[in-house]
Structures are given as structure tokens and as C-alpha cells.
């Protein structure tokens, strides 16, 4: 079972062998300009893209919806998303993004108001600072607790799942709470959304997620099916991508700072993050000049791939030279961490400008 509410190592392979999600791999030849994510295999699955490529490729309406619960400080893990969705933007999608302070309250126990302060300055500040326009027309920057036909809608799909499914997919039990046990179903909500008549009608919608995120795509495809008869809902496409590796080696996670750089961090702190980070470099330099380094087993790497590097073929350079032993990992740290702290050079003076338009949105 994968547990949404859980951390856990991931063996990708078998997600896309048993839980039906397609590799994405034969997918990108057929997109037309790919983004990063896609050509370096951190989008590994899909259930259903290949229905989205040919709007993609013609330049066709579709929208693309991702969920933010507003509960921690974001960290540069969390920059995956916003990278895509930058791409699809400009690639012609609409965006609808739902802050979920439902599943805050019911997760976390936080207000609200809090969330929506939550919201604001942490959330919507890096999603603009990051590159993207959430005062375009196209984008629908919404509060879960605040849209009344998300909540009416949630109403009605609810009719259409019973506690045996909820268990069965998410492994709820007896004293699971109610507020607990719904808020998927506001999720699910969250993701047919957009095809209700006030948000345009129906039409393909993608979703790009972690994988601990799919039980709610398989539920939402299932209910979609369900309802089809009274809306007419199409089931949702999806992605999903590799999680960012922690610093320590272990799952990058919010509320571990050893393992996570904090996208409210100063440049010099996350630079000197980097140059803490765990390597795939071998124990003394003679035996790295000899064997080579292990760059998929490597943070800096990792980091260089996901968020670093555009240029492809500067990677495959820093893969072949650190394979053969001809790149050393302090050399290759000093570079890495040099590029993080322009990043976040960059990053701060665009969250400063960022607030004011964040705080807009909401109003
Ligand atoms: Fe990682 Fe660079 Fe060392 Fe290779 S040389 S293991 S990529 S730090």
C-alpha cells in the first residue's frame, strides 16, 4: 500500500509493475521540446499521458492541478513541481491550484487562518519567486475551505464511496476520524474541479505528483468513472516523479533540517548544505581516481540533475568524468554549492517582490 501519509523508501520499479502506472519513458520521444523532468527520467510514470501529449504537441486547452497543504516551510524538493508547472504554462495550459487548508486542519490541526498566513508567505511567495504568473488569467488560485462548488462537490462524490473503499486504499480504520477520512474525498474534489461547468467544463486535466500522492488519483479515476453518467467527468491523467534525495542520504523531508534545504534559507546556508551533503565519491581519492565515483548514488549529483544544470550534455560530462575517476567530489561539491548560492541569491530578491502579489491573491 502506499500511504500518502507516510515516508517511505520507493522502489519505482515495482510501482510501475504492480500498481498499473505506466513508464514514462516511452512517452517523451513523442513530446514535443520536453521539459528536464521529463528527458532525464525523474517523471518515471504516467497513468493516462498519452492522452495529454497530442494537446501538448497541437497546443490545445487542458489544465494542469496541483494541491499545496499549507502545514511547513517549503524546500528545494518542492521546486519539481513548480518547474512543471512552468512548463505547462507555457506550454498552453490553464492551472488550478488548491490550497489545502482542509487537510491541514484535518492532518495537522491548523487553523485556517493560519493556513492561509501559511499559504501566503511561504507557499504562494516561492510558487511566484520560482517564475511563475499567478495573476494570469489562466491560473485559479483557490482556498479549499473558501469554494463552495469544491465543497458541494465533495458532498456529492461522497455518495459514490463507502468506508470499505476508504479502508481498502488508504487503510483507515475504525478510529480514523471522520475530518481524516473526507478529506480525501476534497481532494478528489480538488482534481475534477476544473471540468465543473463553473471552472469551463469538461476536458482533460494531468496531475503531477509524487508517487505516495496516487492512491488519491486512483480513487479520483474511480469516481470519476462513477459519476460519469451525471457529469460526464473524464479520468484524470497523472504523472509521477522521483523524489529528491535528503542531504543525509535518506527521503527529503520537511520537518527534518538535516535533510532538507529550506527555501527560506540564505544563500550561505544552503551553499554550505551542499558542501555537507552525502556523496557517491569512494573512501580515499586514490581509490576514486581508480574506480570512479558512483553519481547514482550521489546528493550533488542528484541536486546538478534536478535543479542545477539545463544543459544536458554538461551532465552527461560531470557523469562521464566522475565515473572515470577524472572528477574528484570536493571539486564537484565547490561547483555545486557555488551554483545553489546564485539560486538562492536570485530566489531572494524575487521573494521580496513576491509578497505583495501573494497577499493579492487571496484577498
Ligand atoms: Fe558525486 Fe561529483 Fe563525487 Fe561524482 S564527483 S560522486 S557526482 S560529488
Known sequence: ?????????????????????????ELVGQIEDPARLMRRGVIFGHRDFDKIVPLINGKKDFTVMTGMMPSGQMHIGHKMVIDQLKWYFKKGASLSLSIADMESYAARGISFEKAKEIAIKEYLVNYIALGLDLTDDKVNVYLQSQNKTLNDLTFKLSKRVNFNNMHAIYGFNESTNI?????????VADILLPQTEEYGGLKQVVVPVGVDQDPHLR???????????????????????RFLTGLTGDKMSSSKPNTAIYLN???????????????????????????????????????????????????????????????????????????????????KVKQEESLEIAESLLD
Open 219 to 241: 480513487l479520483t479515476r474511480d469516481i470519476a468513472t462513477k459519476m460519469n453518467e451525471e457529469y460526464g467527468f473524464l479520468a484524470p491523467a497523472s504523472t509521477y516523479h
Open 265 to 347: 534559507e540564505t544563500p550561505k546556508q544552503a551553499e554550505k548544505k551542499v558542501k555537507s551533503s552525502k556523496t557517491g565519491g569512494r573512501e580515499t581519492l586514490d581509490e576514486q581516481k581508480e574506480l570512479g565515483g558512483c553519481p547514482d548514488k550521489c546528493v550533488i549529483y542528484e541536486m546538478l540533475v534536478y535543479h542545477l544544470v539545463d544543459d544536458d550534455s554538461e551532465i552527461e560530462k560531470i557523469r562521464e568524468e566522475c565515473m572515470d575517476g577524472t572528477l574528484m567530489c570536493g571539486h564537484c561539491k565547490v561547483h555545486t554549492a557555488e551554483l545553489m548560492k546564485d539560486f538562492f541569491e536570485d530566489l
Open 179 to 187: 475530518a481524516h477520512l473526507y478529506v480525501p474525498l476534497v481532494q
Open 1 to 25: 500500500m502506499i500511504n500518502p501519509w507516510a515516508s517511505s523508501s520507493v522502489d519505482y520499479d515495482k510501482l510501475v509493475n504492480q500498481f498499473g502506472i505506466k513508464d514514462f519513458s
